[in-house]
Every structure is written in structure tokens, then in C-alpha cells.
T-cell receptor
């Protein structure tokens, strides 16, 4: 089945460490997104990319950076992790011309 | 500012007890409203897209409806396996920067 995968699924790290979360997809979609989910706040968009050469900030991009290595791969980096970046992180994809997004299984990140 | 509000925050039903979840929004010029199901520890799973007032979509025991101010997710004769958090999201208008704004979800528990 065409799918969206994320690695790692769980990560515990310390304040100040650099962390990379990876997303890959076999859906053939050209658009990819990174969200974080916090209890009571819903899903919030961090960055999105409409193709390999296109990167856009979402509503909460401070403290994060991204890289679109290929159409199927989109990674999220925390250059210097801080405790309030503890959250569930989701990657999603969509196809241009359609707006429904399809989500990966998530990465649970804990910053101590 | 665009707002998406879901109610109730949590809902407990007996198996077979039909009910509705609400998603109200303040986005002007809505381009689409999406419903997702999220199981604990998993990514949101796409259910429906609604584009215009009066539109309805059905899938098994779920039916989604849309008015100019809100959407309802009706659950008919629910079963315990329908227990999940249901998220709605609205698509903002605005050229290439179209993004989804998510509500914080309704946690549904269906008791056997």
C-alpha cells in the first residue's frame, strides 16, 4: 500500500541537542507538510513544501528547519532542542489539485 | 483570525446511541472542510471532504454535513470500534498558501 512513514517513532533527547525527524512517502504526492500536535491545541503547521525547490514557513516555524531531499523525502530539524518542543510530530502529504492530506504515524519527541 | 471550534471536547455514548459532533468555523470564503479520525498513538486518518453548504458525505455509520457556519459529523448506532478522536479542519482561501486549520478535536468513547 502507498504509505507515509516517519522515523524515529519515539525519541528522547536533551536540551540543546540537534534532532532530525525524517519522513518518506510512496504515495507519489508532490506536496509535503510537517505538523506538531499538543494536547488541547490541535495540529499546527510548521513547514510545508509544494515541490522539491519550494519550502514555506507555517504558523510556528521558529526553532525548526526543513529539507526536501527528493519528492518523496522531507525532513524536519530542531537545531537546538528545547523542552517546549516536546510534542507529537506528524508528516503529511497531498497531491496538487486536491486538498485532503494523508498523515504518517507520528514521532513522539521528548526534550528533557 | 480563522477559528475552528469543535464541540463537545469529549463524548461518551452507549453502543447504539446515535449522536452528532459539531465543528464551527469563522473562515470567510471557505474552500473546503475536512473530517479526520485519530486513534491513540496514530496519525489522523482522512474521512471526508465537504466543499459547499448543503453537501453531505456518508461512510458506514458516519455522515458529515456542512452549512455556512458549521459542520456536523453524525454517528448512527455507533460501535465500540468507532471510539477515537475526530478532528475537523478548514481550508483557508489564498493562492498557493492554502493551508488547513485544525480544531482541537472531539474524543468519542463508545461503551459496549
Amino acid at each position: 500500500d502507498a504509505d507515509v512513514t516517519q522515523t524515529p517513532r519515539n525519541r528522547i533527547t536533551k536540551t540543546g541537542k540537534r534532532i532530525m525527524l525524517e519522513c518518506s512517502q510512496t504515495k507519489g504526492h508532490d506536496r509535503m507538510y510537517w505538523y506538531r500536535q499538543d494536547p488541547g491545541l490541535g495540529l499546527r503547521l510548521i513547514y510545508y513544501s509544494f515541490d522539491v525547490k519550494d519550502i514555506n514557513k507555517g504558523e510556528i516555524s521558529d526553532g525548526y528547519s526543513v529539507s526536501r531531499q527528493a519528492q518523496a523525502k522531507f525532513s524536519l530539524s530542531l537545531e537546538s532542542a528545547i523542552p517546549n518542543q516536546t510534542a507529537l510530530y506528524f508528516c503529511a502529504t497531498s497531491q496538487s489539485g486536491r486538498y485532503e492530506q494523508f498523515f504518517g504515524p507520528g514521532t513522539r519527541l521528548t526534550v528533557l | 483570525e480563522d477559528q475552528v471550534t469543535q464541540s463537545p471536547e469529549a463524548l461518551r455514548l452507549q453502543e447504539g446511541e446515535s449522536s452528532s459532533l459539531n465543528c464551527s468555523y469563522t473562515v470567510s470564503g471557505l474552500r473546503g472542510l475536512f473530517w479526520y479520525r485519530q486513534d491513540p498513538g496514530k496519525g489522523p486518518e482522512f474521512l471526508f471532504t465537504l466543499y459547499s453548504a448543503g453537501e453531505e458525505k456518508e461512510k458506514e455509520r458516519l455522515k458529515a454535513t456542512l452549512t455556512k457556519k458549521e459542520s456536523f459529523l453524525h454517528i448512527t448506532a455507533p460501535k465500540p470500534e468507532d471510539s477515537a478522536t475526530y478532528l475537523c479542519a478548514v481550508l483557508r482561501p489564498g493562492g498557493s498558501a492554502r493551508q488547513l486549520t485544525f480544531g482541537s478535536g472531539t474524543q468519542l468513547t463508545v461503551l459496549p
